[in-house]
């Protein structure tokens, strides 16, 4: 008769090799993870609460909160916050906006579609100071292409020093953000597209059904799953701009176009204060995640007080 006693025991054995096995084998990516990923948050946490020696490359003394404090009690600070969402909303919207029309462009047939896709996608191969040069150049108070051609048709009777303007050059780095922004966004957008069943149009447009209805009461609702999750993304994106500002402007006129990320850059590498561009790396990251987090806490709280009316 054969004892099954021992099966129990070497089935375990079995597994516990195989999970060993497996544990081995993704050991170093999560070493890796943990060295590209959550050292350098966790250090950066630890730091936040201090005075960091750049020199020596060391911590000073722990400090507690001052570091937040001096933040919140900081006017420039508050104003390079508020200046950071409504930049990352307007790059946000109008990346949308005009990437969701592109991909409907793209999704229909014409003569050329083949040579606008390319064009489309061409700021995505330019490097990101390349194109700060770009539009500097575009921009420029001397030999700029728009101050020439707004004097040649009348608009401006003297050439213009455009990034001279905190709000106008704010709005510059919006536009060179967005130019860089839509291949991406027009690409997923018209992925969704392609994807959407076509019954439900054609029975649309038998129905009567003009394009306006078709739009709002068919195509938008089922693109909505796409649409948020890449405006969440694009919204990280935004608040992580960096090289336009640099390049274009350096956060000036008066910190007029002085976000977060680049309050950031000051903070540690011309005031060198580690612990206060620590600090502020938090703040940035909280934004960040409250309007990653909006549709799913706004969802949780209408199945709440809704969901069973």
């Not at 709000?167 to 966004?185: D, G, R, T, V, Y």
Request: hydrophobic share 55%; proline share 4%; net charge positive.
């Amino acid at each position: 008769m054969t004892d099954h006693s021992k099966h129990p025991s070497n089935l375990s054995f079995k597994f516990s090799r195989e999970n060993i096995l497996a544990f081995s084998l993704i050991l170093p990516s999560l070493i890796l993870v943990f060295i590209t990923y959550l050292y350098p948050a966790i250090f950066t946490f630890i730091i936040s609460f201090a005075e960091y020696d750049i020199v020596r490359l060391k911590i000073k003394k722990f400090i507690q909160f001052k570091n937040f404090e001096f933040l919140i009690n900081n006017s420039f600070f508050t104003s390079a916050v508020l200046r950071t969402i409504y930049f990352g909303m307007l790059i946000c919207l109008f990346t949308s906006i005009f990437s969701f029309l592109i991909a409907l462009l793209l999704n229909e047939k014409f003569i050329g579609k083949a040579f606008l896709r390319v064009m489309i996608v061409l700021p995505w191969a330019v490097p990101s100071v390349v194109s700060g040069v770009l539009w500097g150049q575009m921009f420029h108070a001397d030999t700029g292409f728009l101050n020439a051609l707004f004097y040649q048709l009348g608009v401006i009777s003297s050439y213009k020093i455009w990034l001279a303007d905190p709000l106008i050059a704010l709005h510059i780095i919006a536009i060179a953000e967005i130019w860089k922004a839509i291949p991406f966004m027009t690409l997923f957008f018209l992925s969704g597209l392609q994807s959407l069943p076509s019954e439900a149009f054609e029975a649309a447009a038998v129905d009567g059904a003009n394009v306006f209805q078709r739009f709002f009461y068919i195509l938008f609702p089922l693109m909505l799953p796409i649409v948020i999750p890449l405006f969440l993304i694009q919204f990280v994106l935004a608040m992580k701009s960096f090289d336009t500002i640099f390049v274009l402007t350096r956060g000036g006129p008066g910190g007029g176009t002085t976000t977060l990320n680049y309050f950031i850059y000051q903070e540690a590498f011309e005031t060198f204060n580690l612990g206060r561009a620590s600090a502020a790396a938090y703040v940035l990251l909280i934004i960040t995640l409250a309007v990653v987090l909006i549709p799913s806490i706004s969802r949780y709280v209408v199945k709440i007080f809704w969901g069973n009316k």
